[in-house]
């Protein structure tokens, strides 16, 4: 009998076929991004106009992710994620065609991304809902790990492969590419088993809330772990995100050395998601977080003067605890909150943990002013290890949590 080197989730049919649709959208995604900064700079704009359009995508991704979470307990990951694909497959297409008509006004190029932001805010609390309903128990885990490899291997590969197709066929022809790919994960759903039904009257928008709320706040572990990453959003992801460029500007050789550090940041996250195939801590909240403290090595490495190896290194290790935090939590939540409030649960997750990062953005740059460059990186990274030492202390995130399974094989999505 032949060996198989094949991850075991792989040889899973239905989450192979989401797998590899789901991969190919990442790479348009990662590439769409870049895709639209040239658009609005080709157009004719410049930094106000960037960042107008920029807002309009990520306003609607925090403001809807609750009512994604409500739409995909109610009506199914699967459809929810089928609806969201194919707006974001017409929205691209409609940049497409908008840029290959000439220079779009700002107002059109808004409207679109607009609604890709609020469809993208739909997909991700429907995606925590989905895997564990298309992966057998103890593969949740490895599932979870290659959708973490695969967005991680998109964040490097993709930007690379979007700044040449731009220079070369112009914006337009990524944001096509970009389409064609939601139409390969539109196919992959397709083929998924259909979600089934409600099974009794379905509740108001406003309860369905109130009990994702209930089932979040109630478990300790969740909310603790949630306003974690909030914070660290808040205080060192996003200063890390304005300030460091900046310091790369200054010292460390520009823009290709910030080029380098963020693509070594991706390398090891897909070297930390790759790692996390196969293992199954019996304590995945305490490795989680304890994983959580190679995020300030960058901002320390930044903070204190070190050359640039010493932040490719600080950016490298950082990638590999984000994947090995973002897998487990990610499977944690799976596994230990009912099939049918993950989507909900999910959502409330991810709205408290994107919630102050626009506010760290505006933030960084005034600050620094205030207490400089160094002193805001330094504060951030002296955060984050007193905030692992603080959550590592309670009990509820050293424990054991009991061994349960995601959804039986076969069960709809």
């Known amino acids: 009998m032949p060996f198989d080197f094949r991850p075991a989730v792989l040889r899973e049919r239905d989450f192979r076929r989401f797998f590899t649709g789901y991969a190919t ?213 996003a200063p890390f995100l304005v300030l460091g460029p900046l310091v790369a500007q200054r010292r460390l050789g520009g823009a290709t050395s910030w080029g380098l550090v963020m693509a070594l940041y991706g390398a090891g996250a897909v070297a930390g998601g790759t790692a996390m195939l196969g293992r199954r801590p019996r304590r995945p909240l305490f490795v989680a977080t304890a994983a959580t403290v190679g995020w300030a090595l960058p901002s320390a490495a930044l903070a204190s003067g070190e050359s640039l190896p010493w932040v490719c290194a600080g950016a490298l290790a950082a990638g590999v605890c984000s994947s090995v935090a973002g897998t487990l939590y990610a499977t944690v939540t799976q596994s230990q909150v009912p099939p049918g409030a993950v989507a909900r649960v999910s959502a409330y997750g991810a709205f408290g943990a994107f919630a102050l990062g626009p506010v760290g953005l505006a933030a960084a740059g005034p600050l620094s002013v205030l207490l400089g460059t160094s002193g805001v990186l330094g504060f951030g990274a002296v955060w984050q290890l007193a905030a692992v030492a603080a959550v590592l202390s309670l009990p509820v995130i050293r424990a054991t949590l009991p061994r349960t399974t995601g959804a039986p094989a076969g069960r709809a999505a």
């Open 25 to 237: 959208s990442l790479f348009g995604s990662s590439m769409a991004s870049v895709a639209l900064a040239f658009a609005v700079l080709e157009t004719g704009g410049g930094g106000t106009e960037l960042g107008l359009v920029l807002t309009a995508r990520i306003l609607p991704l925090v403001l809807v992710l609750l009512a994604g979470g409500v739409l995909s307990d109610r009506w199914g990951s699967r459809r929810v994620m089928l609806a969201a694909d194919v707006t974001r497959c017409l929205t691209q297409s409609g940049l497409a065609l908008a840029l290959l008509g000439g220079e779009p006004h700002l107002g059109t190029l808004m409207a679109l991304v607009v609604v890709w932001g609020a469809a993208e805010a739909l997909f991700t609390p429907a995606l925590d809902a989905l895997v564990p309903r298309i992966v057998r128990g103890e593969a949740l885990s490895d599932g979870n790990a290659l959708l973490g490899v695969a967005r991680s291997a998109a964040s490097v590969a993709g930007p690379a492969l979007a700044g040449l197709l731009a220079a070369t066929a112009g914006a337009a022809a990524v944001f096509a590419v970009d389409a064609a790919t939601y139409g390969v994960s539109v196919a992959a759903l397709l083929l998924l088993p259909r979600t089934a039904g409600p099974t009794g009257p379905a509740a108001s928008f406003l309860a369905d809330l109130r009990e994702g709320w209930t089932e979040f706040r109630s478990r300790t572990w969740l909310w603790v772990t949630s306003l974690h990453v909030c914070l660290f959003n808040f205080f060192v992801w």
